[in-house]
């Protein structure tokens, strides 16, 4: 069996399914369309060792994206070479290679370490870069299937970049999607100000361009992936690799973009815009094909869902197989839970409430406005009176989860921080 993870990183929920991805959309008929799925975290490295470990944050202890841990034994990538599968990770961005991709299989050669500075590891940054688009990752994904001596059994996460900002994306669609003008002569960082809305420093604020500029330029790569997604997964079909495998697409987070919770162009907090994440899953021999639905699950149950299929059971992983909630035999998770960078929110929703509370002694190193109170609409409005019982249950939720399961933050071994060089790169992206 073929299991093949996408994710795209920073694509909302709300982008995916309407008029920016119609090859996606095309394939509605083949696979199951999971409206209510969330993320764990809104930082890249965080979720993603959630869907390989089915583990949370406060479990695996990764709250930021250079802080490196190696996979525990009982991963899913660890547990299913175990069985004999192939695994193979290909990222779009040099840091996710090098925390936590090549820990899934073989060590990208795009993206060297920055501690070497070798001829070839000198050319090799040059003709690759740091970022590389979805066309060239989707590629590679398919010269690795197609290689000869892979095994039948085989796993393959491939990550999309390029809807993080600075959002990029050729010209055939930033030409499509990028039309905002002028900028009253003020550059991005004084609009921002004026505005009071966070986000993190990009050199090209210091341009004097419109703030609509770079939601639209996160449209015109959200609407790349897809094309290129639509192309990957024609291939898949032409080379007979499709009808039984399980394909997954979703997202790591979501993102804010014109001022939501007034921040611009980022992903903070923990409303809708930021964790509430698409997710499309086609399941082998069109099981569950066409089917929509409404229950809440999250990337803790990408793992389990894997292990169904392997044929084993893992006692640390903490999610529900999505076959299970596809066929009704799972109602899906009551309440789903995610936390912040750094540590410093964390919450528990439901379908109609989001409880959000910071995290005692850890400060708000990013200097974000608040919103006043703890409990919030799913749409982030402010709870109405007398909606107190709703806050202490979602909270009672939050705080018997965390104290929880002690045996699975025990299997976790120590972390190592990023190198220098390798901490210069995150805040280039704005990560720090």
């Not at 920016?20 to 509605?28: R, V």
């Not at 986000?199 to 609407?223: G, I, K, T």
């Not at 919770?261 to 923990?270: P, Q």
């Not at 869902?305 to 998770?333: I, K, N």
């Amino acid at each position: 069996m073929l299991v093949c993870l996408i994710t795209l990183d920073c694509v909302r929920s709300d982008h995916l399914g309407g008029a920016l991805t119609p090859a996606l959309n095309a394939l509605s008929p083949e696979w199951t369309t999971f409206e209510q799925a969330f993320a764990q975290s809104q930082n890249t490295l965080s979720s993603h060792l959630t869907m390989l470990t089915s583990n949370y944050l406060f479990q695996h202890g990764v709250y930021s994206n250079y802080a490196q841990k190696a996979l525990p034994p009982h991963a899913l990538p660890a547990r299913i070479k175990a069985l004999g599968w192939d695994c193979q990770a290909i990222t779009g961005v040099d840091f996710l290679a090098q925390f936590l991709g090549n820990q899934v299989g073989g060590r990208d050669p795009r993206f060297p370490d920055p501690s070497d500075q070798s001829l070839v590891a000198r050319v090799t940054r040059r003709l690759y870069g740091r970022r590389t688009p979805a066309e060239k990752t989707l590629a590679r994904g398919l010269r690795w299937l197609a290689a000869k001596g892979r095994r039948r059994d085989a796993f393959l996460w491939l990550h999309l970049f390029d809807a993080h900002m600075v959002y990029e994306a050729p010209p055939a669609f930033t030409k499509a999607h990028v039309t905002a003008e002028g900028g009253g002569g003020k550059s991005v960082s004084d609009q921002l100000k004026e505005r009071g809305w966070f986000s993190p420093r990009f050199p090209e604020y210091d341009q004097p361009l419109p703030l609509e500029h770079f939601p639209q330029r996160y449209r015109a790569a959200v609407a790349y992936e897809d094309s290129r997604l639509g192309e990957f997964v024609a291939a898949l079909k032409a080379r007979g690799w499709w009808d039984d495998a399980l394909v997954v697409v979703t997202a790591d987070h979501g993102e804010c973009l014109m001022g939501d919770h007034a921040v611009y162009c980022a992903h903070k907090k923990l409303f809708d815009t930021t964790v509430h994440v698409p997710l499309r899953v086609k399941f082998p021999r069109g099981r569950h094909a066409g089917e929509t639905v409404g229950a809440l699950v999250q990337h803790v149950d990408f793992a389990t869902t894997v292990a169904s299929l392997a044929g084993f059971e893992e006692p640390l992983y903490m999610g529900r197989d999505l076959a299970a909630v596809a066929e009704g035999r799972d109602p899906g998770h009551a309440v789903v839970f995610s936390e912040h960078v750094d540590n410093f929110l964390r919450c528990a929703r439901d379908r109609d409430w989001i409880y959000v509370e910071e995290v005692p002694g850890q400060p708000n190193k990013w200097g974000l406005a608040m919103e006043p109170g703890n409990l919030f609409r799913r749409d982030a409005a402010p709870a109405p009176p007398g909606s107190d019982p709703h806050a202490r249950r979602l909270k009672e939720a939050l705080d018997g989860l965390l104290s929880g399961r002690p045996e699975v933050a025990a299997a976790w071994g120590e972390s190592r921080e990023a190198e220098a060089e390798m901490a210069e790169r995150l805040k280039e992206l704005g990560y720090m």
